[in-house]
């Protein structure tokens, strides 16, 4: 038999050992060539999610609720039967409807799918600012102003049985999935700037994508639209360039237009529905009022809002220091949408609301902007001192003190209510009181609010079916508990935050012979056996 030596032995089996580690050599090679980037804008996206699952707000009511409906039923929507004739605003925006149709298909029409579509709409509104402001400044100001808004109030005091600011982070509404395109789609403009060739048209065709799949999900962003030719010159992109951007949004008008005829029979079937929308506002409204939108938008609801002024402020003093180009995007950007948003919210009629631009969510669209010029201004003013003076010395050494000493201020006065909200602890307590109950509880009756978060919880996470009971609601805006609710057990909480309570501050008493038969660990939500 042949003999091998022992440097041959060794080589060989070298070799036998070679295809076992190369795919790890692959990934780590791959690893390596992948730009920061995208290893930031992932963990940005993963934050998202994350913070999500801290909140964890339980599938909410109306407008979300009327869009799930639509999801579910589609292409059967019927606009002209109820509810979806009280909001065919919200259904129509095909944007949010058709991924969740989407995503029920996969994962079902349970609490898992909710989930889903909401994160899909942080994940994108979060990851879109820190690419954009990264685009703009660089990625620590990417990476600040994403985590900003994170822990932000407005995107963490979102639940109406705790304390309800407005409805953001974990809510399958269209504001945060809009805003976020939007600026996906504005940080693919910045880049093309920065390219030439094909590699700009081919960055330019992905911002008009983009920038128009954000009008099927909020269509007052299409307001934004008007200044894509400012941004292109104030980007230095030739003037023919308008044209690469507008054919892929022509593209997806044409396709929203199809559908609608399909769908509805009309082609401006979302144009229409959202032309109606308005009226006599339910809130108190001057042309004084609705001129201040903004600022009531960001400083009435919470004090933390008045870092989102201060931005503005910062970018205006900002640009007419340095005249920065930037900043003056980010100017014509702002100005863009909060002109009309203040117009349709009274300035013109007050008795006839299009848009309630004092309501948080109205301006996430303007947010990544008011982000980015706040810290650029801040970048850019620092590098107007001369390197010779002993401010800019001083202030090399001190700033990224003051920096963290604000940032640290800043997150322990935004996370510190996050512990107190009750998530869907209560909710997920009463799936499982409903399914252990199943044969001894066939019906429950409750206020129309609760009677929509309850329809998830009565099937498991993945939308299958764990009581088999029938719901019988009322609207919340009756003056007297109708007698409806003496049919059967009633579900009940108290509301927090800007939520009527039921029947103007009627609650289920032992003294008129209501007897508690079940409450959540928490307190949040009780079972009541009406009066015998």
């Excluded at 700009?200 to 799949?213: D, E």
């Amino acid at each position: 038999m042949p003999q091998t030596t022992t440097g041959e032995a060794d080589r060989r089996a070298e070799g036998d050992a070679e295809p076992s580690r190369r795919p790890a050599a692959r990934l780590l090679a791959r690893v390596r060539r992948t730009r920061r980037v995208v290893w930031l804008a992932l963990l940005v996206a993963a934050s998202a999610v994350g913070v999500q699952y801290v909140l964890l707000t339980p599938p909410l009511y109306f407008d979300p609720h009327y869009v799930w409906l639509a999801a579910r039923r589609w292409p059967d929507v019927p606009l002209d039967q109820w509810p979806f004739y009280e909001v065919p605003h919200q259904v129509t925006r095909i944007g949010l409807v058709l991924p969740a149709r989407l995503v029920m298909t996969v994962l079902g029409d349970g609490q898992a799918a909710y989930f889903t579509v909401a994160a899909l709409g942080g994940v994108a509104f979060f990851t879109g600012t820190y690419l954009v402001v990264r685009a703009l400044f660089g990625d620590v100001a990417g990476l600040a102003s994403a985590a900003l808004l994170l822990v932000h109030p407005f995107f963490t005091l979102t639940n109406p049985y705790g304390h309800e600011i407005t409805w953001s982070t974990g809510v399958v509404l269209p504001d945060m999935p809009g805003a976020g395109l939007f600026a996906l789609g504005m940080a693919a403009l910045i880049v093309a700037s920065r390219r030439a060739g094909r590699v700009q048209t081919r960055w330019l065709i992905v911002a008009g994508l983009l920038m128009a799949s954000a009008f099927l999900v909020r269509e007052f962003l299409a307001f934004l639209f008007l200044a894509i030719p400012a941004y292109l010159a104030l980007l230095r992109i030739p003037w023919r360039r308008n044209i690469t951007v507008g054919v892929p949004m022509l593209g997806v008008l044409i396709f929203n237009l199809v559908h609608n005829l399909i769908v509805w029979g009309s082609p401006l079937a979302g144009l229409s529905s959202a032309a109606t929308h308005g009226g006599k506002s339910r809130d108190y409204v001057t042309r004084e009022l609705a001129a201040r939108s903004f600022l009531r938008a960001m400083h009435d609801w919470h004090p933390l809002g008045t870092i989102f002024i201060v931005a503005l402020a910062l970018t205006i003093v900002g640009w007419a220091v340095t005249r920065d180009r930037r900043l003056a995007l980010v100017l014509v950007w702002f100005a863009t949408l909060a002109v009309p948003l203040t117009v349709c919210a009274g300035v013109l009629d007050p008795n006839d609301i299009k848009l309630r631009a004092w309501l948080v969510r109205y301006w996430f669209a303007v947010m990544p902007a008011l982000l980015a010029g706040g810290f650029g201004s801040l970048i850019l003013l620092y590098r107007t001192i001369p390197r010779a003076w002993t401010a800019r010395l001083r202030l090399r050494v001190a700033a990224p003190a003051l920096a963290v000493a604000l940032a640290a201020a800043y997150t322990v006065a935004a996370v510190q209510a996050v512990p107190g909200l009750p998530r869907d602890k209560a909710w997920g307590e009463l799936r499982g009181h409903l399914a252990a109950n199943d044969a001894d509880i066939d019906l429950i009756v409750t206020d129309r609010r609760l009677a929509q978060t309850l329809v998830f919880y009565t099937k498991d996470v993945w939308g299958d079916r764990t009581w088999h009971g029938e719901i019988r609601d009322w609207p919340h805006y009756s003056p007297q508990i109708p007698r409806t609710a003496y049919e059967g057990p009633m579900l009940y909480t108290r509301w927090r935050g800007m939520e009527s309570q039921i029947g103007y501050g009627w609650s289920p008493s032992p003294a008129e012979g209501w007897q508690l038969m079940w409450k959540s660990s928490d307190g949040v939500l009780q079972l009541w056996n009406p009066p015998r």
